[in-house]
């Protein structure tokens, strides 16, 4: 049997930091040099050395104090008064660095290091962004380099008008009488540095996106005894062991997506549908957590409220008007790709048991009703929040198979007053969040389409697709009740 320790587990993210500061010194280098050679030429080999060294020493700071606040989750992080003095010291010493040590210099660049972090934490770029495509690393990188680009030249023309006007409330013996062409020359040097540390910071944080945002396989290797016995081991051990958090269970739950959707890895797909059972029971709980745990979240902010409260608590997606309302809306978002990639994962490894699935496993442990019912239910919870009234309508009645023209449901009311604004980054999480859960579910009846048919035929469907126990959210007849519509494929 495959053992996955907690070692094991931690090397994976320690051997992506070992290879973002090799790269990143790598980069850096590159970008001392080119200064050095266009700009700085007439420096001795020691005076040099002496600024190649202590330039690597500042972008090392810069590094290491990058990857203590990056995050996949968009909470604020308490340490980013590290990353503010970091950003301020190594721009202080990269600028002198590059253009000798001067008292007038190092304030410039510790002004424009802690104008360059305050951006950074101000855009929430802390935040790690998963690519919707896995590419190669090279080719990964090369694309965020122009873009790179542009940034640095934008944030250094900003930032040394920052410095320059800071520098008016300096004392008098921080400023220099120069003659005017020595004056542009100056100037010109210290815009260049300052380009060039911020190009080297801009590839710096798109080089740490790249690496730890790579796809990482758990699994041994194809052909190796591990492999041959229980391949599923490290992805399971992962994402039932690691801390909610961290990039480990993130790294887990895309590897686990990317294996349920794509072909690539159908041994280790056709692993999940072992004999016993027990394999696909744990991929399945680890699919369904996240989802009902988005879904209890949501609960909790519609408990005990009444139709007109539940109406009030997603106004805030459009007002600031409750701002503590509008932080705790906001928690729910923060492992919105944890969510999405639970439900894509749960609906393809549903929707191909019914032709993968040589032992039945999936639908005799009862999953396929578990799966459906909690994509319904977190459905639903979304769409209540996106100010969606949801209720069953008095008039209906389940009458057989094709009932379901009558299973209408109520949009409730919409906010007149902002005409739900998309632009609204908690709007956005929501209506994303749908979309998944939307499609998702329409991927597990298309492939059960005509199994749920005979089963609303026969009267069955709630028996057979919806789960005995009480849903995360809303009742069992509501649940049933939005099944119909997808089935008539009138859910939208």
């Given at each position: 049997m495959c053992s996955w320790t907690a070692g094991e587990s931690d090397m994976v993210v320690k051997n992506r930091l070992v290879g973002f500061l090799l790269w990143q010194s790598i980069l850096s280098s590159l970008i001392f040099l080119a200064f050095t050679i266009t700009i700085?030429?007439?420096?001795?080999?020691?005076?040099?050395?002496?600024?190649?060294?202590?330039?690597?020493?500042?972008?090392?700071?810069?590094?290491?104090?990058?990857?203590?606040?990056?995050?996949?989750?968009?909470?604020?992080?308490?340490?980013?008064?590290?990353?503010?003095?970091?950003?301020?010291?190594s721009g202080s010493l990269s600028a002198v660095s590059f253009c000798g040590f001067n008292g007038r210099v190092g304030f410039k660049g510790f002004a424009s290091g802690l104008f360059y972090a305050s951006f950074y934490v101000y855009k929430r770029r802390w935040v790690l962004q998963f690519p919707i495509i896995q590419r190669p690393l090279f080719f990964s990188f090369k694309m965020g380099i122009p873009s790179a680009i542009i940034r640095a030249l934008k944030l250094s023309a900003a930032a040394y008008l920052f410095s320059a006007l800071l520098l008016v409330f300096l004392p008098h013996h921080f400023s220099t009488d120069l003659k005017l062409g020595n004056f542009f020359t100056q100037h010109i040097i210290s815009y260049a540095a300052c380009f060039s540390m911020f190009l080297c910071w801009e590839l710096t944080h798109h080089l740490h996106q790249v690496l730890h945002t790579k796809r990482f396989i758990f699994a041994p290797p194809k052909g190796s005894a591990a492999a041959e016995t229980n391949p599923s081991e490290p992805l399971l051990a992962t994402l039932e062991e690691s801390s909610p958090a961290s990039l480990l269970k993130y790294l887990a739950y895309l590897d686990l997506c990317m294996v349920c959707e794509n072909n690539v890895d159908y041994w280790r797909r056709a692993a999940f549908f072992e004999e016993t059972g027990e394999t696909y029971k744990r991929v399945a709980a680890v699919c369904?957590?996240?989802?009902?745990?988005?879904a209890s979240k949501l609960v909790q902010g519609f408990e005990g409220s009444s139709d007109d409260k539940i109406f009030s608590i997603s106004d805030q997606l459009e007002s600031p008007a409750n701002p503590r309302q509008n932080s705790k809306c906001h928690e729910l978002v923060n492992d919105f790709q944890v969510y999405t990639w639970s439900a894509r994962a749960l609906a393809s490894l549903t929707s191909r048991s019914r032709k993968e699935d040589r032992f039945g496993v999936a639908q005799l442990s009862g999953s396929n009703a578990a799966a459906i019912s909690t994509l319904i239910a977190c459905l639903l919870a979304v769409e209540t929040l996106m100010g969606k009234k949801i209720s069953l309508q008095p008039s209906h009645q389940l009458m057989g198979a094709f009932s379901t023209k009558s299973a209408t449901f109520s949009t409730g009311r919409r906010d007149v007053r902002t005409g739900k604004r998309r632009d609204d980054p908690l709007y956005s999480k929501a209506f994303a969040m749908a979309d998944v859960l939307r499609t998702s579910i329409y991927g597990i009846v298309s492939a059960f389409h005509h199994e749920m048919l005979n089963s609303a035929k026969a009267g069955l469907l709630e028996k057979d697709w919806i789960t005995s126990s009480k849903p995360p959210f809303g009742t069992r007849e509501l649940l049933l009740q939005k099944l119909h519509l997808f089935l008539d494929f009138q859910a939208s």
């Open positions: 700085v030429s007439w420096r001795s080999a020691t005076a040099i050395f002496v600024s190649f060294f202590s330039f690597h020493l500042s972008q090392l700071l810069f590094s290491v104090s990058l990857s203590t606040v990056l995050s996949p989750q968009p909470k604020f992080r308490r340490i980013f008064p590290v990353l503010l003095t970091a950003a301020a010291v369904l957590s996240p989802l009902e745990q988005l």
